[in-house]
């Protein structure tokens, strides 16, 4: 907390704090082992308003900087990564909406999605189209006041549980990413599937869903902002959504550097808590120092995307790239230091190692981070 300047950010912070000990902590586990979606704690946060933290004011929400909704998902992630991803799938759904979309689709979708009423998706990824999304196979051709789509979407957070999905399509293959459109599509719609509910290494309780589409119609009203430019929304959500990464590996981190504290100073080896070797103690030291930089970083790329900064690209990309290896290289000194006990499903340590790996690879992995940043740098 002492990274934070306002006293209002702290006060969010020790409320969600509070919330996450009473109600996240004890659902974590069984959320791992039982690989369901946490309604009730969907719930909680719906009533907290953390749903709404990327929706303005106007448009029914509590936004009050992009630094926020880092802060609500550090505080989940230190306990659930699962959970944190609740409320990271709702900005990162909306997002686009709020970068490209009319006036009037920010008046429509935005109060339903602040609420909590619908969960909102974010469909790029393809089977055939990952890292280069320019590569995608979704089209969406027009007809009459109508867009037909047809495709396959892949890895979508809450996918299979999502309302609505922003989507992503070429409405003209032939100009490459400067084709791409951006749909608001409501999961009800005839011809939209849930194709496959993926079974994973970590994260198991967020779902992650392949989405299928056959000529399914959208109202060329529910078209985002204009035609052809998809990418570049697409791109720039990414840019916001970064240091949010940042935030759930800052805040995973550091609920295993405090597991491991408290292991340390309670397990005893050759007479003396294990702390106490200066082996130990000084993987500790370079945990937190590690955890507290990747912080500064995060909260720095997160006020820079606040005042839309011409570094913002840059520093979002850094923030995640360094927060992510810090939480698997936290996280598995953790289990470490843990011992033979850190390696039993007993203890939370392996789940947090788990859950850290997808931090490297989703939003863009970690080389694709590298490649933002070495564009940036030679550019
Ligand atoms: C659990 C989960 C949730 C996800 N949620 C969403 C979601 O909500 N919405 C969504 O749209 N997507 C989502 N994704 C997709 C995610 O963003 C992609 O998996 C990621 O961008 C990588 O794409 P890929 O898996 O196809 O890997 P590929 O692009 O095939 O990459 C394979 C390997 O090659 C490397 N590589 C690729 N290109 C280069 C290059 N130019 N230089 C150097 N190395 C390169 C990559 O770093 C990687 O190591 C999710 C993924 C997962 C696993």
Redesign the pocket.
Known sequence: MYLLNSKEQKMFVGQLRRMVEDKVWPRAAEIDEKEEFPWDLKKIFQDMGLLGLAVPEEYGGNRQGHLYTCLAVEEIAAACVSSSLIVQ?QA?GWEPILIGGTEEQKKKYGPMVASGEKII?????EPGA???SGAMATRAVKKGDRYVINGT?C???N?PVADLITLFAMTDASKGVKGISAFVVPAEVSGFSVAKWEK?MG?KG?P?GELVFEDVEVPAEDLIGEEGKGFVYAMKTLDTSRPVIGAQACGLARGALELAIKYAKERVQFGRPIGNFQGIGWMLADMAAEVDAARSLVYQAARMVDENSPEKSYLSACSKLIASDVAMRVTTNALQIAGGYGYMREYPFERMMRDAK?TQ????????MK?IISRELLK
């Not at 998706?121 to 990824?125: D, E, K, Q």
């Not at 690879?361 to 694709?368: A, W």
Request: proline residues 0%; charged residues 15%; glycine residues 18%.
């Open positions: 799938g990162l998706s974010y469909g790029l990824t990952g890292s280069d979407k890895f979508i957070t996918g994973k994260i967020s992650t997808i690879v989703y939003e863009g992995t970690n080389q694709i490649l």
